[in-house]
């Protein structure tokens, strides 16, 4: 599975942007796709994904105070990941990453087989 991340960029505090995570290659081979990220000096980060074996999403605890929500174009095998009310806290390379089975936690990197190049997020205040 290869994975392309896009959508990155500068963005204004209090805006949004969404990011998408193409598959390609042997899509049938993940069973889920999920979002982290890195900030400047920073541990990576869990956000959430789905699993696209059945479509359910799940996220991190904190799902970034509820301001990113995670969906997918299933004809299009792509996943999105919304930001909303931007902070400059939010800065950070973006990644995504699928996993090949079923994890007993998807909130480490370590479940994820394949991971997409990633996406720089600027936002300025």
């Known amino acids: 599975v290869q994975l392309q991340a896009s959508g990155g960029g500068l963005v204004q505090a209090g805006g949004s942007l969404r990011l998408s995570c193409a598959a390609s290659g042997q899509t049938s081979s993940a069973y889920a796709v999920g979002w982290f990220r890195q900030g400047p000096g920073k541990q990576r980060e869990f956000i959430g994904g789905i699993r696209w074996a059945d479509g359910r999403p799940y996220y991190g605890e904190s799902v970034m105070e509820g301001r990113f929500t995670i969906s997918r174009d299933n004809a299009k095998n792509t996943e999105y990941l919304q930001m909303d009310r931007m902070t400059p806290e939010d800065t950070a390379v973006y990644y995504c990453?699928?996993?090949?089975?079923?994890?007993?936690?998807?909130?480490?990197?370590?479940?994820?087989?394949?991971w997409g190049q990633g996406t720089q997020v600027t936002v300025s205040s």
């Open positions: 990453a699928a996993a090949a089975v079923l994890r007993s936690k998807w909130s480490i990197d370590t479940a994820y087989d394949y």
